[in-house]
């Protein structure tokens, strides 16, 4: 699909992965939707590349399907969606203190893995009935986030390698399913990249992890991220499937 022209709507907009997409589709000749929790950053991030921003808690259906609703209203049908909005969170199962984590359990899945598939299934709802746009009848795509940590989830990871899990599994079936309409559903499954959570290490654990990458010896940027969003919805044939992008790390235990 030809991103030139096209409507693009970008979750998680405001900052870090899903910034750095929606300045690269902008780039690309899209007109980008900025869809973030903070208004203030999506507003930040819409005025320097042209873009429509909008507010909205992606585990809530009624924000996400009244921002779909926005976007149809003022600019059409968005062909090019991308799931970047969520939250990393850590949680032992068992915490010394006896404490049993439910509640971030909860949260992690519904931000994460609920509020990708809300996004997920209105894009879909908005894409089917707009006209083909080539010769395969393609009407659409939609790119999740997952994380590495989907199969490779240390500990205190359970909740977050749960809802990334859930996304990545959720692929092909969703691929599958709305393979009838001309619309593919790719994940793509970031490592370690530098992103405002990452900012906040210390030089010493920065480089440690820096140090288990095999190559590039560094953590990756958010356009390189964006990068590969780009090559999806360029290639026709990506669909169904999960991108690991990692320099071959392979998470340890801890």
Same mark, same amino acid.
């Given at each position: 699909?030809?991103? $030139?022209?096209? &409507?693009? !709507?970008?979750?998680?907009?405001?900052s870090g992965l899903?910034?750095?997409?929606?300045?690269? !589709?902008?780039?690309?000749?899209?007109?980008?939707?900025?869809?973030?929790?903070?208004q203030a950053?999506?507003?930040?991030?819409?005025? *320097?590349?042209?873009?429509?921003?909008?507010?909205?808690?992606?585990?809530?259906?009624?924000?996400v399907e009244?921002?779909?609703?926005?976007?149809?209203?003022? !600019?059409?049908?968005?062909? &090019?969606?991308?799931?970047?909005?969520?939250i990393?969170?850590?949680?032992?199962?068992?915490?010394?203190?006896? %404490?049993?984590?439910? *509640?971030?359990?909860?949260? %992690?899945?519904?931000?994460?893995?609920?509020?990708? /598939?809300?996004?997920?299934?209105?894009?879909?709802?908005?894409?089917? %009935?707009?006209?083909?746009?080539?010769?395969?009848?393609?009407? +659409?795509?939609?790119?999740?986030?997952?994380?590495?940590?989907?199969?490779?989830?240390?500990i205190g990871?359970a909740? /977050?390698?749960? $809802?990334?899990?859930? &996304?990545?599994?959720m692929?092909?079936p969703?691929?599958?399913?709305?393979?009838?309409?001309?619309?593919?559903?790719?994940? &793509?499954?970031? +490592?370690?990249?530098?992103?405002?959570? $990452?900012?906040?290490?210390?030089?010493?654990?920065?480089?440690?992890?820096?140090?288990?990458l095999?190559?590039p010896?560094r953590?990756?940027?958010?356009?390189? /991220?964006?990068?590969?969003?780009?090559?999806?919805?360029?290639?026709?044939? !990506?669909?169904?499937?999960v991108?690991?992008?990692?320099?071959?790390?392979?998470?340890?235990?801890?």
């Amino acid at each position: 699909m030809h991103i $030139s022209g096209q &409507i693009a !709507l970008v979750t998680g907009a405001g900052s870090g992965l899903g910034e750095a997409t929606a300045r690269r !589709l902008a780039g690309q000749g899209a007109r980008v939707v900025v869809m973030d929790m903070s208004q203030a950053s999506a507003d930040r991030v819409a005025g *320097e590349i042209g873009g429509l921003a909008l507010a909205a808690d992606v585990s809530d259906p009624v924000a996400v399907e009244a921002a779909f609703e926005r976007v149809q209203a003022e !600019l059409g049908t968005p062909r &090019i969606v991308v799931n970047c909005a969520g939250i990393g969170t850590a949680a032992r199962i068992l915490p010394r203190d006896g %404490t049993l984590p439910f *509640e971030v359990f909860e949260r %992690t899945l519904r931000v994460n893995l609920f509020g990708s /598939y809300v996004v997920l299934s209105l894009a879909a709802r908005a894409m089917s %009935t707009a006209e083909p746009l080539d010769a395969d009848g393609a009407r +659409g795509v939609i790119v999740n986030t997952a994380s590495v940590a989907y199969e490779d989830g240390q500990i205190g990871q359970a909740a /977050y390698a749960a $809802s990334k899990g859930g &996304i990545a599994s959720m692929t092909l079936p969703a691929a599958r399913e709305l393979a009838r309409f001309g619309i593919r559903v790719m994940t &793509i499954a970031p +490592g370690l990249f530098e992103t405002a959570m $990452s900012a906040g290490l210390p030089p010493g654990a920065k480089a440690s992890l820096e140090a288990g990458l095999p190559f590039p010896s560094r953590m990756g940027k958010p356009d390189e /991220y964006a990068m590969l969003v780009q090559a999806i919805v360029d290639n026709p044939l !990506l669909n169904g499937a999960v991108i690991r992008i990692d320099s071959a790390v392979r998470l340890a235990p801890k």
